[in-house]
Structure formats: structure tokens, C-alpha cells
């Protein structure tokens, strides 16, 4: 898989999801841009089941794909591991998801009361949905969801947020289906850049397209992709050269994510 063909995808959704105007929240709107998202969602080509993984002993993982420069729109591959059970939670702004592989099990709460002074709710069952692949929903931001994986095999969906996860820091996740307790929901997210495995970086390689290698070992990226002159939408494979572990290169995808790089990948460490 050539990351430069995903990256090209990705952005030619959002330029058409963006060309829909301003108020992407509306429901009309939103509907839209389901379709938009299921027309990615079904170039399965372009997400490999090998590089969109759940992280190492972790039921997901969060692969971010697009945030837009001013954090108003954000894309997300989300692997989900098989029998994945996410309690409901909300997402304080508009989402759409869309199936790539596996079935994500939907069910849709309303927020009957909330009182913030005692963490303490009450939520109502409202429907359900299956998103298989090609399948989408979409929720309204004051909506609560369950997710839960069918079991036999893991599951990749595009999750699409009118904001930056990092800036959601108003979500809330409640203890059971009838509400009960509730908690901050993701304050903080994790995100991670997909992986490449050695064939494809080699495939890359002598594609005669441009690529830039980041060989790095804890510490040293930062000056490299200072000095490096790198773009945004520049075509990037982070090498962990110290480890076999991906931990330190998860570290520096987050600092290139935060400055606006999503063409990126790390290579997969070899087990
Ligand atoms: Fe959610």
C-alpha cells in the first residue's frame, strides 16, 4: 500500500465533504456526507488490515488520518478489536462513522437528566444500527452511543468528528445502559499513525515517487524534520532504528500530527 494513494483519498473526501458548506452539523448535511464516507470506506485497499491493527495488547487503536489546520474537522481510522464492548459515551459535536471491515453493534441513548454536581445521569434507549462495510451512521453531538465489535475477527471504521478529538474535553461516559455514574470520556486521546511493513516501504522505495525516510533513534526527530525542510502532505516513513518496539516513534507521530502532518507511517516492527 503507497500511503501517498491513501493520503490522496482522504483529502479528496474531505475537500468534498468541506465544498458542503458551513453547517456540516445539519442533519440534511450530515446525510451527505455519509455517502462521502462510505465511498471511502469501501476502498478497503486503501486501509490493509496489517497496518490498522488494534495497538500491541489493547482492544483499539486510533489511526488519525486528517485534522483540519483550525481543529474543525477531523477524520480517524478506528480499529476496534473483536468483541470490543465502549459503554456510552457522547462526543460533544456531530460524527459520522463508516464501515470498513467487521460490524461495529450501535445502540443510541438520549441524555434524560445529567447532574454534573454528583457525576449522575440518566440515559434512554432511543435505537440501534449495524455498521457493517459500506455502512454508516451518524450522530447528532448531544447523542450517546454504545459500540460493541462482533466477535470473529477486528473491525476498522472511519470516524469522521466536527472538531479534533483533542478538543473534546467536555465528553462524558456513563457506567451502564440506563446512565448511572459518569466519567470524563477520552481527555485525553491517543493517536497513532498506521504502519507500514517492510515490502510496502520497499515497494515505496522504488516507486520514483518522492519519500522521505525518518531513520531516528528517542530524541533526534525533532531536529530532523526541522532541518529537512518537510511539508505537510509530504509522503513520510518514521524507522525506529533503536528498537523493536514502536513506542519512541509513537511519540513523534504525535509531534508531527500536531503539526498538521497526516501522510505519514511508521514501519511496522518485525516480531
Ligand atoms: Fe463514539
Known sequence: MDIQVRHDAVMSTIEQITSLGANLHE???REKIRKLLENLAIQSDLFPEEDFKPRPGASGGLYELYVAPDRS??????AGASGKYQPPHDHTTWAVIAGIRGIERNQFFECLERDDAT???TIRFV???E????QSVTLAADEFHTIAVDEGGDALHLHLYGNALDTLVG???F???TGGQFKRFMAKPMT???WVTQDELEQMESDGKALTILSFTLGDLCMAVGGAGLQPGDRIVLIDAQSQNDSAAEEQVRALQRKGFHNIAVLKPVN
Do not use: H, K, W
Open 73 to 78: 474537522l477531523s477524520l480517524y481510522a478506528s
Open 119 to 121: 457525576s449522575s445521569g
Open 171 to 173: 465528553r462524558i461516559g
Open 27 to 29: 442533519l440534511e448535511t
Open 127 to 129: 435505537r440501534d444500527a
Open 131 to 134: 455498521v457493517g462495510p459500506g
Open 192 to 194: 497513532f499513525a498506521p
Open 175 to 177: 457506567e451502564s445502559e
